[in-house]
C-alpha cells in the first residue's frame, strides 16, 4: 500500500501550488484549492525507474514513438477502460491545456464560440479567450446534491451548437462530476447531430473510488460513430511522461491534428 500518510513541505521548492499564491491571486494566507497538484511523494515504482535512467548518466535526443511506450498507452486503455486505440494515433504534445488550446485553434476560427459546460476549469476560460474565441456556456444545474446537465435545453450536451468545438472534462472541475455513461452517450449523439467536436480532457481518468468505473468521453463518441466525419474528437489525457492526444486512425482530418 502506498504511503499517503506522511505529509511533505513543498514550500520553498519552486511549487506552484505553494510558492505561488500571492503572485496569482494577490495574497499569500489562501489554501490553493484551484491546481490539480498532491503533495504526496511520487510512487517507488516510478522512482526507481527514473533512477535506473539516471544512472547511465547520458541524456541525448530520444524518440518518445517508440513501440514499448506507444504499446503501454494502448494496453493501459484496453485493460483499465475496455477501450481500444491505434497506437500509431497518439500525438505527443507538451501540455494538456497547449493541446486543448491547438486544437481550438484548428477546429475553429477566431469569433467562434467554444461550448464549456459552466463552472469550468479557469484554464478553459483563459485558452478560449486568449485564441479569440467566444466562451458559449452550458451551465451544470446542482440538484439533490448532485451536479447535472440539461440535455433538453438549448445547447445542453453541446447540442444546438452548430459546429463549434466543446471542451469537456471527465471528471469535471471543479464540481467534482463524473459524467455517467448514459449521460456521455446523449451528448455523443446530440454532438453528431448538430456536428460538433468533443475536446476531452481526461487527464484524471484513474482517479477513482472503490468498485467506480469511469465512463470516457471518447469510447461513448466512438460508439455513435466518431469518424463520420472524419473527426469527432481528440481525447487529451495525461500518461507518464507527459500529455498526448489520441486522434481517429489516418484520416486527412488526422493529418490536420497532427500538424
Given amino acids: 500500500m502506498f504511503d499517503f500518510a506522511t505529509p511533505i513541505d513543498r514550500h520553498g521548492t519552486g511549487c506552484t501550488q505553494w510558492d505561488y499564491v500571492a503572485d496569482r491571486f494577490g495574497a499569500a494566507d489562501l489554501l490553493p484549492f484551484t491546481i490539480s497538484d498532491m503533495d504526496f511523494a511520487t510512487a517507488p515504482c516510478i522512482l526507481d525507474a527514473v533512477s535506473q535512467?539516471?544512472?547511465?548518466g547520458v541524456f541525448g535526443y530520444s524518440r518518445w514513438r517508440?513501440?514499448?511506450?506507444?504499446g503501454a498507452i494502448a494496453h493501459w486503455y484496453a485493460s483499465?477502460?475496455?477501450?481500444?486505440?491505434?497506437?500509431?494515433?497518439?500525438?505527443y504534445g507538451p501540455s494538456v491545456i497547449y493541446m486543448v488550446a491547438e486544437t481550438i485553434r484548428q477546429w475553429s476560427k477566431e469569433g467562434d464560440g467554444v461550448v464549456v459546460h459552466t463552472p469550468a476549469y479557469d484554464a478553459f476560460y483563459n485558452t478560449i479567450t486568449a485564441n479569440r474565441r467566444r466562451i458559449a456556456p452550458v451551465p451544470l444545474i446542482l440538484k439533490d446534491n448532485r451536479w447535472r446537465c440539461d440535455m433538453d435545453r438549448p445547447g445542453g450536451g453541446a447540442g444546438g451548437a452548430k459546429e463549434y468545438p466543446a471542451a469537456a472534462v471527465q471528471p469535471a472541475q471543479p464540481t467534482g462530476k463524473v459524467w455517467r455513461r448514459e449521460e456521455l452517450e446523449?451528448?455523443?449523439?446530440?454532438?453528431?447531430?448538430?456536428?460538433?467536436?468533443?475536446?476531452?480532457?481526461?487527464i484524471h481518468m484513474d482517479m477513482t473510488g472503490a468498485?467506480?468505473?469511469?465512463?470516457?468521453?471518447?469510447?461513448?463518441?466512438?460508439?455513435?460513430?466518431?469518424?463520420?466525419?472524419?473527426?469527432?474528437?481528440?481525447?487529451?489525457?495525461?500518461?507518464?511522461?507527459?500529455?498526448?492526444?489520441?486522434?481517429?486512425?489516418?484520416?486527412?482530418?488526422?493529418?490536420?491534428?497532427r500538424r
Avoid at 477502460?81 to 500525438?91: K, L, R
Wanted: some cysteine; charged content about 20%; hydrophobic content about 35%.
Fill in 66 to 70: 517508440n513501440e514499448a511506450f506507444l
Fill in 53 to 56: 535512467r539516471l544512472a547511465h
Fill in 186 to 202: 446523449t451528448m455523443a449523439a446530440l454532438c453528431q447531430k448538430h456536428g460538433v467536436r468533443v475536446i476531452s480532457d481526461e
Fill in 80 to 91: 483499465r477502460f475496455n477501450s481500444d486505440i491505434d497506437p500509431q494515433s497518439v500525438v
Fill in 211 to 257: 468498485n467506480t468505473a469511469i465512463s470516457r468521453g471518447a469510447r461513448s463518441l466512438r460508439d455513435h460513430g466518431r469518424c463520420s466525419p472524419p473527426v469527432r474528437r481528440a481525447s487529451i489525457f495525461r500518461p507518464l511522461p507527459g500529455p498526448t492526444a489520441l486522434c481517429p486512425k489516418r484520416t486527412s482530418a488526422t493529418a490536420t491534428c
